[in-house]
């Protein structure tokens, strides 16, 4: 409440207030076409330039902006989607994936858009794009079993850009102590057995451990130690040295190593850094997170796709913790190996596959692949695409049939998607230093001109139609915010659940002290999974120790009673927080199993009533 209270104090200093919203959804499949009209007064009496900064997810395109009712419209989008506009009312166009639950939800889907009659014969816009879908889930037996056979190294910068604050409304962390709490979670996530290892850097780096060490009790109490310690004084952003000083490591054997990037900013030497990642991609993956603006995009994309991992990126209000948590779910899943796509069509159709070739799957994310279909085919014509790859050295293959008549009835949303797609294989190409960079640079322009998907080397300009007149004398600058607009429209693309969970952030009383309690929890945990029952514990819950004590049932001992309450407390009072202590609560589950202290259900009855929740047996997973 606070933030938006700032945020609408914001619109009232600077006049330039908000006036209404109105916004279009259409979903097709897995995409959705969102138009959103915001509508803005000036009530200076001078033109003003003003600064539209609209937050994107990392999978969206824009295809058209555009302003009325103005004298004069000045707009440039650039690469990172900053308009910059001085207008009554901005219209904004905007296309991105749109993820939704359904049926079948693992199977590979298809979808054929078919083109524009008008634009040139043979190009992306002309002919039918089709879209395959794939979200693969593993065998939950073969998830388990590796789940303790990795080496975890966590590289953390530490520079003096850390220091800043992850946003700017109040109550704000510093980003050094936002990754200090990831790296609590992190360490009491992590199982038994494995290997870990932490780095912080800046213009030079240093190491916990002089190489990873076994986790377990000891360990971990030498890592959080460290952690606590941990400031933003390291000086500059050199990640170069630090990772070449991991690499020359000797990887444990049976130990796949999984690489976590913690940066909030960009290096002089990306090409480098890519390449070494690249040349050591068979002996690790790279779990990529860029924090705040400033982050390179070009480092934190390139770093996850040449290291087979995948990439984050915390800007605005988003909370660290959650994405952080997502990537470690990531790493502890099997690595998918060769990987590919073949597809079968009728002999008078023909298939150039837009996007890059497959290198990770990970269940639990969706993977696209974009392909344009060339030449005529009847109507009734079927096309087949097999992917096949290895899991734990056993061979998968999914094989979809999908009709070849297109979808009509659409506003290009596939095909749009496919050239954001093909542009960004394009971009990357041309930083890596490609041969042809004049042909890869017109390449690049034409598809964007033809797709109205902005690139590197294009902008959308705005011109105003009507008078044709400039605006005289020097603008007054304006930022306009949009905090509370970018809530709105999250609202049109994040399923039910992420709602509710984004509605306790924004609208809890007190969503700092709750914070604090989960990680006080957390930070209570032993490295085998359990808890001790005592005052500390107690205080959490907002109960004494002898509360604890004096409702504890006879047939088990302290540490599983207090386990079984800490797991309770988390079903029953944080469930929407389930995303960052879910491996902390399947830890301490394993560890009561584990305890062979026969049949829990009084003992779960006893503390619902004793913590005031309604949690079953089974939800808590023993």
């Not at 707009?75 to 901005?90: C, I, K, N, W, Y």
């Not at 909370?319 to 502890?332: G, I």
């Not at 150039?352 to 005529?376: C, H, M, W």
């Not at 297109?406 to 930083?431: D, G, M, N, V, Y």
Request: glycine share 6%; aromatic share 8%.
């Amino acid at each position: 409440l606070d933030s938006l209270m700032f945020t609408f104090d914001v619109f009232t200093s600077l006049r330039l207030p908000l006036k209404s919203i109105s916004v279009e959804v259409l979903v097709q499949d897995h995409v959705a076409t969102v138009s959103s009209a915001l509508q803005y007064v000036n009530e200076e009496e001078r033109p003003l330039e003003a600064l539209f900064v609209f937050p994107l997810p990392a999978d969206a395109a824009v295809c058209h902006f555009s302003g009325s009712s103005s004298p004069c419209l000045l707009m440039l989008l650039s690469a990172t989607s900053v308009p910059r506009s001085e207008s009554r009312r901005l219209w904004q166009s905007c296309i991105y994936f749109y993820f939704t639950s359904f049926d079948n939800t693992h199977q590979p889907s298809a979808i054929v858009e078919a083109g524009v009659t008008t634009a040139p014969p043979g190009s992306l816009m002309r002919d039918p794009v089709v879209m395959i879908s794939l979200y693969p889930e593993f065998p939950e037996e073969l998830m388990k079993s590796l789940a303790t056979q990795c080496e975890f190294v966590f590289v953390i910068d530490r520079s003096g850009s850390m220091g800043g604050m992850m946003n700017q409304g109040k109550g704000a962390q510093m980003r050094i102590e936002s990754a200090k709490d990831t790296l609590l979670l992190l360490l009491k996530s992590l199982p038994m057995g494995c290997y870990f290892n932490i780095y912080g850097f800046g213009s030079d780096f240093e190491s916990f451990f002089p190489q990873s060490v076994e986790y377990n009790q000891d360990t971990m109490d030498q890592a959080l130690k460290r952690v606590k310690e941990m400031q933003a004084d390291m000086g500059g952003t050199e990640i170069l040295q630090p990772l070449k000083h991991i690499y020359s490591q000797p990887c444990y054997p049976d130990h796949p190593r999984q690489l976590f990037v913690f940066t909030d900013g960009e290096v002089g030497d990306t090409k480098e850094v890519l390449d070494l990642v690249k040349s050591h991609a068979h002996s690790h993956r790279c779990f990529s997170l860029g924090i705040g603006e400033g982050a390179s995009a070009a480092l934190i994309t390139g770093m996850a796709r040449e290291g087979s991992g995948h990439a984050q990126f915390i800007t605005d209000t988003d909370r660290m913790q959650p994405k952080v948590m997502q990537s470690l779910r990531f790493a502890l899943q099997p690595a998918v190996l060769n990987i590919s796509v073949d597809w079968t069509l009728p002999d008078d159709v023909t298939v150039d596959t837009l996007s890059p070739p497959i290198n990770v799957l990970f269940q639990g994310q969706r993977t696209l692949i974009y392909a344009q279909l060339k030449g005529e085919s009847s109507g009734g014509s079927e096309g087949t695409v097999t992917v096949k790859y290895s899991l734990k050295d056993q061979p998968v293959t999914n094989q979809l049939h999908f009709c070849l008549k297109p979808t009509e009835k659409t506003k290009l949303s596939i095909h749009r998607l496919a050239a954001r797609t093909l542009i960004r294989s394009l971009e990357q190409k041309e930083r890596s230093g490609a041969a042809d960079v004049e042909g890869i640079r017109s390449r690049m322009v034409e598809l964007s001109v033809q797709a109205g998907v902005s690139c590197v080397h294009t902008a959308f300009i705005a011109v105003n139609k009507d008078s044709r007149q400039t605006v005289k004398g020097p603008l007054l600058h304006r930022r306009v915010p949009i905090y509370a607009i970018y809530l709105i429209l999250l609202l049109l693309y994040i399923d039910f659940y992420l709602f509710l969970y984004v509605c306790v952030c924004v609208c809890s009383a007190a969503p700092e002290l709750q914070k604090d309690l989960l990680l006080q929890l957390v930070s209570l945990q032993k490295a085998s999974g359990c808890w001790d029952l005592d005052a500390t514990l107690a205080d959490v819950f907002g109960k004494t120790e002898d509360e604890l004590t004096n409702q504890k049932p006879a047939q088990v001992d302290g540490s599983v009673w207090a386990t079984l309450l800490a797991l309770i407390w988390l079903y029953g009072c944080k469930i929407e927080q389930q995303v960052e202590w879910q491996f902390v609560a399947m830890k301490a589950a394993s560890w009561i199993g584990s305890q062979k202290v026969g049949d829990l259900s009084q003992c779960v009855c006893v503390g619902n009533v004793l913590l005031g929740c309604q949690v079953t047996k089974e939800t808590l997973g023993i």
